[in-house]
């Protein structure tokens, strides 16, 4: 085979098959193995002359890829905690149902069960932090052995990022201090909770509708085509997944478990956005069509958070007008506490410091974000993914409504015109950033955005 098209077809099947393992999970059947790509170094460098932009792409599926091996022991690590049980006073729950009891907000032992999730944690987060330290240091390792420039949605160097986190978390402590009025974590969860308005959000149908928001641009055909729901994941928290096994061909979206109401209809709603962005990506060579960062579709999914909060969509589905100014104010305050969390992630990250200068960092740095104590080890796990990706995308979405309005009215998300701009930005999969989108709208600040919603 062409070397060129060796690369190509490696990080495909890596790619394919890594998603399918998820999905195969949650459908409760045996994963297949995962095809990771072989000998990255002489693969890259035998591939010669590739499209622009398509080597130092290339280069960071590898580094990805070589991280992700050794994430392995600490998924494994996190599976057997969550499928252990601790004990609560004469109780003695599975460590799922302590989990999704918290989340509901409603228990009034929530602090007992925080106490036990973070007793639980002590065993099993050491050799996961040690797991991230080696992927950390292997996808380091690997890039510099590559030898490549930075790729295209690379996004903002390290001190750049952490800049970006520190100015975000001074512009909103004050907005925090007088929304937040809880005492603690359990407190916080209940304070996001919303019982008496959840029935006007139910399961059924749910990523349907959330799939027709984008009709009115024309948009619809590639969510039938291309995307479909899985059975959902059981990982104790309400975001819904969405997996990539072949780009513009065949995007699933893992739904959450556990039943949140307008938590779990923002979820859809954000999982949705990201699909389609999956679905739209042109007909572009593996490194750049698997999006290795995905900042735009990412953003897309957060642009889907945002059109679910309009209040005159949300009253044609058939919410009330407090209502709908309701859920208005909790995606603003969601998006809020998110960003933040994000920013807590980039500035104490978790591959940096022993197990328990790390909690010493998680802690204080959850507790500025959140506005409330975070115990040391569930800070340290609720840090662990990568924020940035994430942060760029929450930002640069807030950024994008702005300019999307100003180009086409306050209801772009029902102007046919305003769909080549978002069919633009997508088709260009790995090619195209965030930050490139927003130049190109000319997008301004995002505080003004949040605080509309708030």
Request: charged residues 25%; contains cysteine.
């Amino acid at each position: 085979m062409d070397p060129v098209r060796q690369v190509r077809a490696a990080i495909a099947r890596w790619r394919a098959t890594f998603a399918q393992r998820f999905v195969d999970r949650a459908r409760g059947c045996e994963p297949a193995p995962v095809a990771w790509p072989r000998e990255p170094l002489a693969l890259l460098a035998a591939a010669g002359a590739m499209l622009p932009g398509e080597a130092p792409a290339a280069a960071a599926h590898l580094a990805r890829a070589a991280a992700e091996r050794r994430l392995e022991p600490a998924r494994e690590k996190l599976d057997e905690w969550r499928a252990g049980s601790l004990a609560v006073g004469r109780d003695r729950l599975p460590l799922r149902d302590a989990l999704a009891e918290l989340r509901l907000g409603q228990s009034a032992r929530g602090p007992a069960l925080l106490r036990g999730i973070e007793a639980s944690l002590a065993a099993p987060l050491p050799a996961v932090l040690e797991a991230h330290r080696a992927a950390a240091r292997a996808a380091t390792r690997l890039w510099a052995e590559l030898g490549q420039p930075p790729h295209a949605d690379a996004g903002p160097e390290a001190a750049e990022r952490r800049a970006t986190a520190q100015a975000w978390l001074t512009d909103t402590d004050g907005v925090v201090a007088d929304l937040v009025d809880a005492a603690d974590l359990p407190g916080l969860l209940r304070r996001l909770r919303w019982p008496a308005g959840d029935r006007g959000f139910r399961s059924a149908q749910r990523f349907r509708k959330a799939g027709a928001r984008w009709a009115p641009l024309g948009l619809e055909r590639e969510l039938a085509r291309a995307v479909q729901v899985e059975p959902p994941h059981r990982e104790g928290h309400p975001g819904a997944r969405v997996w990539v096994v072949a780009p513009g061909r065949d995007v699933r979206i893992v739904p959450s478990d556990l039943e949140l109401g307008w938590q779990s209809e923002l979820a859809a709603a954000r999982a949705v956005g990201r699909a389609l962005a999956r679905a739209l990506v042109g007909p572009l060579p593996a490194p750049l069509q698997y999006a290795s960062v995905g900042s735009t579709a990412r953003a897309l999914g957060d642009l889907g958070a945002q059109v679910f909060a309009e209040p005159r969509p949300l009253r044609e589905e058939g919410l009330g007008r407090r209502d709908a100014e309701e859920v208005r104010r909790r995606v603003g305050l969601w998006l809020l506490l998110e960003t933040r969390w994000c920013c807590a992630s980039i500035l104490a990250p978790p591959v940096v410091a022993g197990p328990e200068e790390q909690r010493a960092l998680a802690a204080e740095a959850a507790r500025r974000a959140l506005g409330v104590p975070v115990p040391p080890w569930v800070a340290t796990l609720g840090l662990l993914p990568s924020a940035a990706p994430r942060l760029r995308a929450l930002l640069g979405a807030l950024r994008l409504w702005g300019a999307l309005r100003e180009r086409w009215d306050e209801d772009w998300y029902r102007n046919p015109r305003a769909s080549e701009a978002l069919r633009e930005a997508c088709e260009r999969g790995g090619a195209y950033s965030v930050e490139a989108w927003c130049a190109d709208l000319g997008a301004a600040r995002p505080l003004p955005r949040l605080l509309e919603l708030l």
